[in-house]
């Protein structure tokens, strides 16, 4: 290979490697501004998050309070907020810096593919941790505390006695729920992001069924070990209650059908492209299945 050839074959990556460089620094700086920006209104953000919580303590009969057990577990928590909210901020900036990036290298057509998927992910995503919030934060929360009480109500009808009086002078252990604004506030966090990434599945899988990777038919034949996997899952990302994995069980299985009926919509729309094309005849189609 001779030197003029190495020259103009370096030239290219070191234009991509700028360009990237650019992108990056862009996506950064919106980032960056955009968590500034979060931190400002953190603490009215915090309140939103914790509002179910609060909600089943009022509920309850409960001074709607959390504490905080390190001088600097609140601040933190602030962070933490802020971090996430930027970069939920920034992610239409940080999407369109990456399809600037990836975008010239890609045909017309496959531009046309992709765009409506970028568009569909974060609208599935905010639609997956609003059912979170207002769905299933509230009855896992209400779960949790409640369960507490629950127990020696269950222990007294198994065993026949009356349930214990709580009364001052009981000598009985009582528990009382004192929340920790760190830990509350994680586990709120997780039910979001962990909805909001179950509801990518259709994005998921369509994308493969048009890039010619998965079938309509082959997301039917292996729907028993999806159920299977989408079980797996519910008990990994949620908390150890019946309730919350269930409602993951069914939302999650619920996007699954959707997404085959997704990838039957995308071969149809193949088929009936390559058709009109002459690529495609019926003999050959009756071959493929």
Not at 138 to 159: E, H, K, Q
Not at 178 to 194: C, N, P, Q, V, Y
Not at 257 to 267: A, H, M, T
Request: proline share 6%; glycine share 6%.
């Amino acid at each position: 290979m001779s030197d003029e050839h190495i020259e103009d074959s370096a030239a290219p990556l070191i234009e991509h490697l700028a360009e990237l460089r650019t992108r990056l620094i862009r996506s950064v700086l919106a980032f960056v501004v955009a968590m500034v920006a979060c931190f400002t209104v953190a603490s009215p953000v915090l309140s939103f998050i914790q509002q179910p919580l609060l909600n089943v303590l009022i509920a309850r009969g409960q001074s709607p309070e959390l504490i905080f057990t390190a001088p600097q577990e609140q601040f933190f928590v602030l962070v933490r907020i802020s971090v996430m909210g930027g970069f939920a901020l920034s992610f239409p900036v940080i999407a369109h810096q990456l399809w600037r990036f990836v975008a010239p290298g890609l045909y017309k057509s496959e531009q046309t593919a992709f765009l409506p998927f970028i568009i569909a992910s974060p609208a599935l995503f905010l639609l997956g941790a609003s059912f979170a919030h207002f769905v299933v934060t509230p009855l896992a929360m209400n779960f949790f505390i409640g369960f507490a009480d629950a127990i020696p109500i269950l222990t007294s009808y198994i065993t026949g006695a009356e349930p214990p009086a709580l009364s001052e002078s009981s000598t009985e252990l009582r528990t009382v729920f004192l929340g920790s604004i760190r830990e509350s506030t994680d586990l709120a966090l997780k039910f979001i992001f962990a909805f909001g990434l179950c509801f990518q599945l259709p994005v998921l899988l369509t994308l493969m069924g048009k890039a010619g990777l998965i079938s309509s038919e082959g997301l039917i034949n292996v729907r028993k070990w999806a159920v299977v996997g989408i079980l797996v899952l519910a008990a990994l990302v949620t908390p150890p209650d019946v309730v919350t994995q269930l409602i993951l069980f069914v939302v999650v299985y619920g996007l699954y059908e959707i997404s085959i009926q997704l990838v039957r919509w995308v071969e149809y729309s193949r088929d009936a492209r390559l058709r009109a094309e002459g690529l495609l005849d019926d003999e050959d189609e009756e071959d493929a299945k």
